[in-house]
């Protein structure tokens, strides 16, 4: 589950910095110019093939069933798919012609970012849900708009914390209705709850601590956070072998 955790922190932060890097690159922040460029597409290509590397691993055959359903019919998976290509060819680019580029392409970037950040944080619960049960179409928008806030939060590890971090620490508790119920119930039979709260309240109390403990302490929340996630989305999976393991041993 740690891995899991910190490979969902690393995801995060890679596709938050590309919502937000190129607009300070673009203003006030020129100094992030040369190491965005550099580092910009190294980072999504590991992000890529460490995710790809995880799915193809994993014994989950809920979740495989799962993706194999959206790569082959959904509409999401492919416009993911198209954004994704799209970021990175801009990345290519950037790599390629930074000192060149004026501020109205790196707005473009960062607007081409962002909206792959929308359809990143879209799509990650839809594929870790598998064929566990799910709290609905409402449901998964609250997960895509907390996955999003923990996603520009995980890039202020690297901005400086500002207002993402404390507005994904507000939205946390309301990922707790995101779940279903037979999830909730299981979550709170462990006590597994006192990790989101722990997590909410780091993030919510980061901005206003001393300077050299701002981002100690995001990282902290953000760590919980996810662990938070890999547990609540592994509950689906344990579910259905909890269910079928009486009928193995039954006669005939």
């Known amino acids: ?25 673009a203003s006030r922040r020129a100094e992030w110019r040369r190491p965005w460029s550099l580092a910009a597409a190294p980072l999504l290509l590991a992000s890529l093939l460490a995710t790809a590397s995880w799915i193809g691993t994993t ?17 999401l998976a492919r416009l993911l798919a198209l954004f994704v290509i799209a970021t990175l060819a801009g990345d290519l680019l950037l790599l390629a012609a930074w000192r060149r580029m004026e501020p109205a392409a790196w707005r473009l970037l960062g607007a081409l970012g962002a909206i792959t950040l ?10 870790r849900i598998g064929e566990g049960p799910s709290a609905g179409s ?40 995101a779940l279903a119920p037979t999830i909730r119930a299981t979550i709170a039979a462990e006590g597994t709850y006192a990790t989101l709260a722990v997590a909410s309240l780091a993030l919510l109390v980061s901005r206003w601590l ?21 547990r609540a989305h592994a509950v689906p999976l344990e579910q259905p072998q909890r269910t079928q393991a009486p009928s193995a041993t039954a006669p005939g």
Do not use: K, Y
């Open 1 to 25: 589950m740690l891995v899991d955790a910190l490979l969902t922190l690393a995801n995060l932060a890679i596709w938050g910095c590309h919502g937000t890097i190129p607009w300070l690159a």
């Open 59 to 75: 014994p989950d055959a809920a979740l495989a069933q799962n993706l194999a359903g959206q790569a082959s019919a959904g509409t």
């Open 118 to 127: 929308l359809f990143v944080s879209a799509a990650g619960d839809r594929l």
């Open 138 to 177: 409402v449901g998964l928008a609250i997960a895509w708009l907390v996955r999003l806030l923990l996603a520009l939060a995980a890039a202020e590890i690297l901005t400086g914390p500002r207002l993402a971090a404390p507005a994904a620490g507000a939205a946390l508790p309301i990922f707790w209705l």
């Open 210 to 230: 001393p300077a050299h403990f701002r981002r100690a302490t995001v990282v902290a929340g953000l760590l919980l956070a996810v662990l938070f996630f890999a």
